[in-house]
């Protein structure tokens, strides 16, 4: 399987935007990239995905490397509620299906 | 509009019992997916149902089963519990079979603790 790498913990100050890296060197040209993050205490939560272009939703923004090697989350102002360890996921192509490979992920800190 | 909803929220077992927990998708979602999440530890996928059927598999004994009714519910089973079974129990859910163009919706999840 296709695998992500991503920095174990980064910290921010609140309102001050993020940028989340995600190595994917392995990429294959039918992988969709996906973010997800796991508040304390929840399951996790649906952040954004896509396959080659940049997106953008009311959460985030998604900024996808021309070569799709790599990918950044961006979180336009952080607050203390995006405290949460934040999972780059790569599926589709040979990784069809649900099955989401969750790694370590990045546990981001928001300071006030 | 309810998420997916999960029962028990905690649950505690003895060595060797054998638990049934239960998953409830989302409005208008026909697949669900079942992970373990160990303490400190990313989710891992167990199983998916689609159309009354196991459709993935992950890399769990066969002492992990699971079923999904008509109205799209789940039940994931785990027999001969062991120690390390304790962990907590996601399900999530989602429209289609899965080609990676899909968002998935989580539950909050079970809480086992095996004793």
């Known amino acids: 399987d296709a695998k992500t790498t991503q920095p174990n913990s980064m910290e921010s100050n609140e309102e001050e935007p993020v940028h989340l890296p995600c190595n994917h060197s392995t990429i294959s040209g039918t992988d969709y990239i996906h973010w997800y993050r796991q508040l304390p205490s929840q399951g996790p939560e649906y952040v954004i995905h896509?396959?080659?272009s940049n997106v953008n939703n009311r959460m985030a923004s998604l900024a996808i490397a021309e070569d799709r090697k790599s990918s950044t989350l961006i979180l336009h102002r952080a607050t203390l509620r995006d405290a949460a360890v934040y999972y780059c996921?790569?599926?589709?192509?040979?990784?069809?299906?649900?099955?989401?490979?969750f790694g370590g992920g990045t546990r981001l800190m928001v300071k006030p | 509009d309810a998420g997916v909803t999960q029962s028990p929220t905690h649950l505690i077992k003895t060595r060797g019992q054998q638990v049934t927990l239960r998953c409830s998708p989302k409005?208008?979602?026909?697949?669900v997916s079942w992970y373990q999440q160990a303490l400190g530890q990313g989710p891992q996928f167990i199983f998916q149902?689609?159309?009354?059927?196991?459709?993935q598999r992950g890399n769990f004994p066969d002492r992990f089963s699971g079923h999904q009714f008509p109205n799209y519910s789940s039940e994931l089973n785990v027999n001969a519990l062991l120690l390390g079974d304790s962990a907590l129990y996601l399900c999530?859910?989602?429209?289609?079979?899965?080609?990676?163009?899909?968002?998935?919706?989580f539950g909050s999840g079970t809480q086992l603790s095996v004793l």
């Open positions: 999530a859910s989602s429209v289609g079979p899965g080609t990676g163009n899909e968002k998935l919706f």
């Open positions: 409005s208008g979602h026909d697949t």
């Open positions: 149902y689609y159309e009354e059927e196991e459709r």
């Open positions: 996921i790569l599926r589709g192509g040979r990784n069809a299906g649900n099955m989401l490979t």
């Open positions: 896509g396959l080659t």
